[in-house]
Each structure stands twice: as structure tokens, then as C-alpha cells.
């Protein structure tokens, strides 16, 4: 008994001393902003996407030779957590990249810089417009900005298709339906899959937009309960539940490889199919996504690049991130990711065809989806949200709850977030 | 009881040890007692990881209380604790008494089911991920092709995700748990059994009233550690079941106690309300470990 009142009364002094110790956060004092200076790059993604952008950050430093950016890599996996804990015990990078909420979520705790503060917006004319906005916060703080982008197209086996007798891929929801009868009767047994975004909120996006709807009206009032989204989930239902795509996610080179006819996929599995898949070679091609009623407005992700509060070298920093959206530092990047074969879209538009990785074909379809683009919903409890709504569509898929019902929840959850 | 001797005299005599213990005493410290005493504040707190934390008393108990996500992960963790250890338990006991001889065979057979207690967990997931692959080239659906059967959607089927995540540990665990038993079943002395043998007693009543009750103990231990890893369940969940957007897969089927307080600490930052969750995990443990030890009335043994 008195070894547990001794281990107890331990452990309960540590926590008072625990809560003693919490200190509070102070503001970092900014450096000599002209001597040799050292900043560190955190970059999330692989370590041939560091490479990419150290070719960028050697670019810079041969411009001001008194400033090293050295660029490290974050995995997908553990980032987050990372740079939590970066954010935590105030050290670390100078400057991150993350998934496109990432800074705004960490600037709303005060672990950003408001990026205007250093004439960020030069660049929001350069960039595509939905992404900008999608990284720009609720409040209208600019704590980061679009690094590169991501989308979706339709990958499809040409020649499983000309065996069907389809001379082109679907370019609507319609001709979608029609193609994946043809497929079925041609003998095919997976007409249709989707990679990225399967099962999930992603998934939806396409079809709510391409049906004209969206997640939040533009002053964020959740918009889950209208008849558009009615209309694209009932859509996505059927394709899973009366066309047979299945609820199983398969990498989209590795659908193509066995033999599924058309995959919805995102754009960094491009570069790799050849490689990987020797097998296909010269079978498969790229289209957009088929077009709904209200167009084909295809989901854009990408990554955001901002510079932290507990960085000595705030302006330096902010300048090194509108130094990325300059012709040269593009050039440098797409050079680099060019010879490792991976995927590259910049984060301008005008850029997409001569500077990201794709053969031209491929970069204008890429092009293409990204120029009626939307991009994630930046709206106060989207993220407290998203997998709520996740496990409503899920649940409307797997037959649990209709259509109706599954929307009235997700926007009932969005609702209670909002605040 | 003697009183404690002076305190000068002690430390000539045991100065060296205490000496010798300080390092572990100071790592310990700093590595477990101190988290743990900041993970304890901080359930009574809210904190984002970047702003200070502000004391909100019992705010997070009772926000948890009210967590249905919460719930439905404490109802399928407990369903998956449930099935792991019995199973895992059971299956154990049947493989000790049927490899615990020593003879190579097996020798050999129990080198093999211990395997996988000496992998690395991830490798093993990787692999089961690799089993599971949803297409027809999975290893799983090519087996159920042998037979005639279309592929399966295991990972995207909810009413699956839980016998899949307790057959997962169970065939991990059980290995484990049957070093233990064969340990146990060879501290039962022979003379019993020839006791036994000569009143009459069957093969049967030799298990249930000889061997049952002197591996009470171990029982006692497999169940104990079954349980408190069971609860702990993580690796399982986040690397084959876990969605984009989503840590507990389809449907939250996959949501277990340490993946949503994961979640909940590490990308939605509320790290107050996922220490609230942890201790509430510890509570549950503590108290199923209580009354184990207390059914086992193994306390004197162990």
C-alpha cells in the first residue's frame, strides 16, 4: 500500500511540476538578415522530390551567395507528427512544405508567418486560382502558398478499349456508363476503378462539382443538401453499386497491369507505368475526367510551402518562397525531377506544359483538368469534418443508409463544426 | 518491523548500488515518468502542441464521454480484445501441448510459430497488406479463386475488418503465448500425472484437474499481456486499414482506441483530449488487469 500511495504521490508531483513548467511562446527575434545564414527546408514527399527542389535552393545560393537552404526530407507518413513537434518545442525548419491545409492549420496556432507581411501576393496572379485560395486562411492570412500541384485524369488501356470497338475515352458521365456496358460485354471484367480518392471525399468531389455542387457555399455555410450533390452521389453510388467498380483501391498502374480498362488516378503514377509495368508500354494513354452536367471540374491538390514564426530568417525565408515561382527556380526543379523520373507539375499554369515532367500529351491533359480545377474547402471545420463525411458517402456506397440520408448527415456534422 | 537504519550508514553500504542505479534512475525519469506526468496535466488541459495549454478541469473526460466516434472505438476495440485473447489464448495452450516435447519435430515446429514474435510488426503488416491485396493476384483471392469464389474486397468490407485484425494478431501472438505454456507445462512435475495415472484418472481428467490448474499462472500471464497489448492495437490499423483522410478505414470498422487518440493528438492537435483518452485507455487496463489477477488468484505465484 505505501509503495502505490509513493508511486501515486510521484507521479502526481510531476504532473504539478509538469503544469509549472509549460511555458509560454515568445516571439523569435529575426537575425542579421545579410550575414551568412544557414536555413533549413523541410520538405514532405521523397527523397528524389528533395532533390528536386535543393536544385532550386543551390540556384538561389548562387544568387545570394550568403544564404545555404538546405532542403530535408519529411515522409508522407510521419510529417505531420514532425512538424507538430517542430511547431511545439519552437526549433526546427525555416521553411515547410505540407499538404495544402497543413499551413494554414499551423498558422492559425501562431507557428506561421503571415506571408503578406513580406508582398507574398505579388504572386497570387501567377498561381491557379482555386489552389491560391484553397491555401490562403479563413481570416485571410497568407501562411503558405502552392509549391506544386496534383490532379486526377481518366488512365485507360487503349487497347482493351478498341477491343470493345471505343474509338475515344468517355468524355461524360454518359458516355462513361455506355463505355463500361461496352467493356462488360466485351468480355472485360474491370471496366473501371478509381485509385486516388476511392471511398472517399476526394472521390466525391469530382462528380459533386462536375454535378454543379459544392461543400460550402462561398461564406462557408455547409451545402451538402441540394440537389446537386443528391444528383453526383446517387452517380458514384450507381457506378459502385450497379456498374460493379469496385470498393477495393488498387494502385492505378498495378488496376492497369491487371487488366482493369480505365482507372481514375492521380497524376504522380504517370512517369512510373512505363518503368514499372514494361508490360504496358504503348497500351495506355491519358484523358480528363468524363464531364458532368455542370462541366468537368476536376479535384487540384498539391503541396503548400510556407515560412515558420521560429525562424531567425523570416524575410529570407519569404523570399525564397517567391524565388519558387520564378521562371528559373521551375526550370531548375523540373530539370532535376525530369532526370529522376518523377512527377512535377508547377504551381503556375503557364507552366504545366513546358515545365512540368509529362510528355506534351500528357501535360495537356493535366493542364486541361487543372485549368477547371477546384480545390480542397478551406472553410472554419472542414478538416474536423472530412472524415466524418468520408464514412457518410462510405455508408451510402456499401447500401447502409440512401443517398439522402447520407448527405443530410455529413451536412448535419459540417454544421456542428462550423461552429 | 526494525526502524530504517541511519541514513549515514546506509549509504556507506549501499552507496555504490544507488550509485550504480542512477543512470537507469535518470533515464527512467526522463523518459517515462516525466512524459507520463505531463501526459496526466495535459488530459486536464486544452493544447493545441504550439500554444500554451489552458486548465479546463474535467472538460475533456466529459467531451469524451460524449464522443461517439469514442464509443464506437471502444466497442470495436473491445471486440477485438475479446477475440484476440481468447482465441490467441486457446490457441496457444493447443499448440504448447501438442509441440512440447524434445523432440526435432518439435523443436522445429515451435521455432516456426515463434517466427513471427521475432519480426518486425511493420514487416508483418506490410505482408498481410500484401495477403489482402484487394485484386485477383492477392494471395488471399487467389486462394479463394482455387475454390471458385470472386475476389474479395477484404479491406473494404466492414463486417470483415475486425476478424481480420484478430486473425492478424492471433496468428502473430500465439507463438508467444506458447513458449510460455511449454515453459509452464514443464514445471509440472511428472509425479502427478503417474499419481494420477494409477487412480484411474483419464487423459481428460488429467488435463482438467492436473494440468489446467497448475498453468493457472501462466494463464494468467498470457491473458494479462494479451490484454494490454490488445488494447494497444496500432500498427495493425494504421498501415493496412487506415484511408486517406480517414485513420479507422471504411466506415471507422478499423477505429481501435490508440489509432483515434493518434488521430485526434497528432493531426488534429488536440494533444489535451488525447491525453484524456490515453488515461482512459490506462483506467480500462488497469482495472480488466485487476480483476484478472484477482480471478486468476494468481498474485502469490506470479
Known amino acids: 500500500m505505501r509503495r502505490t500511495l509513493a508511486a501515486c504521490s510521484t507521479v502526481l508531483v510531476a504532473a504539478l511540476s509538469a503544469a509549472c513548467a509549460t511555458s509560454g511562446q515568445t516571439q523569435t527575434r529575426q537575425a542579421d ?110 501562411y503558405g502558398v502552392p509549391l506544386d500541384m496534383s490532379t486526377l485524369a481518366l488512365y485507360y488501356r487503349t487497347d482493351l478499349l478498341k477491343e470493345a470497338g471505343i474509338a475515344a475515352p468517355p468524355r461524360t458521365w454518359q458516355e462513361l456508363v455506355d463505355d463500361i456496358g461496352r467493356l462488360k460485354a466485351a ?74 480498362a480505365m482507372v481514375v488516378a492521380g497524376n504522380w503514377i504517370a512517369l512510373g507505368i512505363d518503368a514499372n509495368k514494361p508490360k504496358l508500354k504503348g497500351k495506355w494513354a491519358l484523358a480528363p475526367l468524363p464531364a458532368g452536367p455542370a462541366g468537368p471540374t476536376t479535384f487540384i491538390g498539391g503541396r503548400a510551402i510556407g515560412v515558420t514564426s521560429f525562424s531567425k530568417y523570416a524575410r529570407t525565408g519569404a523570399d525564397f518562397v517567391k524565388f519558387m515561382y520564378s521562371d528559373e527556380a521551375i526550370a531548375a526543379v523540373s530539370g532535376e525531377a525530369r532526370k529522376r523520373n518523377i512527377s512535377y507539375i508547377p ?8 515545365g512540368s515532367t509529362f510528355t506534351p500529351d500528357q501535360a495537356r491533359v493535366f493542364a486541361e483538368a487543372i485549368g477547371t480545377g477546384k480545390a480542397a474547402p478551406g472553410c472554419p471545420g472542414w478538416d474536423e469534418s472530412a472524415s466524418d463525411v468520408a464514412k457518410q458517402l462510405q455508408s ?24 | 518491523m526494525a526502524g530504517p537504519a541511519p541514513l549515514g550508514s546506509r549509504l556507506r553500504r549501499y552507496g555504490t548500488s544507488y550509485a550504480m542505479l542512477l543512470p537507469f534512475l535518470a533515464l527512467f525519469a526522463a523518459f517515462l515518468l516525466w512524459p507520463l506526468a505531463n501526459s496526466l496535466y495535459l488530459s486536464f488541459t486544452r493544447f493545441d502542441g504550439v500554444n500554451p495549454a489552458v486548465l479546463t478541469g474535467l472538460d475533456n473526460f466529459t467531451r469524451l464521454a460524449g464522443d461517439a466516434r469514442f464509443r464506437h472505438a471502444l466497442g470495436n476495440t473491445a471486440l477485438y480484445v475479446a477475440g484476440s485473447v481468447v482465441l490467441g489464448t486457446l490457441l496457444s495452450l493447443g499448440l504448447a501441448l501438442a509441440f512440447n516435447g524434445t523432440s526435432w519435430p518439435h523443436r522445429v515446429m515451435r521455432t516456426l510459430f515463434f517466427l513471427p514474435s521475432v519480426t ?27 475454390f471458385g469464389g470472386a475476389a474479395v474486397p477484404w479491406l473494404a468490407t466492414p463486417a470483415l475488418t475486425i476478424p481480420i485484425l484478430v486473425l492478424m494478431s492471433v496468428w502473430g501472438g500465439m507463438g508467444y503465448g506458447m513458449v510460455l505454456y511449454v515453459a509452464g507445462l514443464g514445471s509440472i512435475p511428472e509425479e502427478f500425472y503417474e499419481a494420477a495415472r494409477i487412480d484411474g484418472a483419464s487423459a481428460w481428467q488429467r488435463f482438467r484437474h492436473i494440468t489446467l490448474p497448475l498453468l493457472r499462472p501462466v494463464t494468467t500471464y498470457v491473458v494479462v499481456t494479451g490484454l494490454i497489448g490488445a488494447f494497444q492495437v496500432f500498427e495493425a490499423v494504421y498501415i493496412i486499414f487506415r484511408g ?32 484524456a483518452i490515453a488515461w482512459v485507455l490506462f483506467l480500462i487496463i488497469f482495472v480488466l488487469s485487476l480483476v484478472n489477477l484477482r480471478v486468476g488468484r494468481a498474485m502469490k505465484e506470479l
Open chain 2, 120 to 146: 518486425s510488426s511493420i514487416a508483418l503488416m506490410l505482408m498481410w497488406k500484401w495477403v489482402l491485396f484487394p485484386s485477383e493476384v492477392g494471395l488471399a483471392n487467389t486462394v479463394v479463386s482455387w
Open chain 1, 33 to 142: 538578415q545579410n550575414a551568412p545564414m544557414t536555413l533549413s527546408f523541410w520538405s514532405t514527399g521523397g527523397d528524389d522530390e528533395t532533390a528536386t527542389f535543393q536544385k532550386a535552393a543551390d540556384l538561389y545560393h548562387q544568387k545570394h551567395p550568403n544564404v545555404t537552404v538546405k532542403v530535408q526530407t519529411l515522409s508522407w507518413d510521419d510529417a505531420y507528427a514532425k512538424l507538430l513537434a517542430a511547431a511545439t518545442s519552437r526549433t526546427g525548419p525555416d521553411i515547410l512544405s505540407g499538404g495544402m491545409t497543413w499551413t494554414i492549420q499551423f498558422g492559425a496556432r501562431g507557428a506561421m508567418v503571415d506571408l503578406r507581411e513580406h508582398g507574398i501576393e505579388a504572386l497570387k496572379g501567377q498561381a491557379q486560382p482555386a489552389q491560391w485560395e484553397s491555401a490562403v486562411s479563413p481570416d485571410g492570412s497568407v
Open chain 1, 396 to 419: 451510402a456506397i456499401l447500401g447502409k443508409s440512401d443517398v439522402r440520408t447520407a448527405l443530410a448527415e455529413a451536412a448535419k456534422v459540417m454544421e456542428r463544426n462550423a461552429g
Open chain 1, 187 to 260: 468480355g472485360v471484367k474491370k471496366p473501371y476503378s478509381q485509385d486516388w480518392g476511392n471511398l472517399d471525399w476526394i472521390g466525391y468531389f469530382n462528380y459533386l462539382y462536375q454535378a454543379g455542387g459544392t461543400f460550402y457555399t462561398p461564406d462557408c455555410k455547409p451545402s451538402l443538401n441540394t440537389p446537386q450533390a443528391e444528383r453526383a452521389l446517387t452517380y458514384w453510388v450507381d457506378l459502385y453499386r450497379e456498374h460493379g467498380v469496385p470498393t477495393a483501391t488498387v494502385e492505378g498502374s498495378d488496376a492497369l497491369d491487371t487488366g482493369t
Open chain 1, 347 to 354: 504551381p503556375r499554369p503557364d507552366k504545366i506544359v513546358g
Open chain 2, 244 to 275: 486517406t483522410n480517414n485513420i479507422g478505414g471504411v466506415l471507422d470498422s478499423a477505429l481501435m482506441i490508440v489509432p483515434y487518440l493518434y488521430d485526434q493528438g497528432f493531426t488534429h492537435f488536440k494533444l489535451g483530449y488525447a491525453s
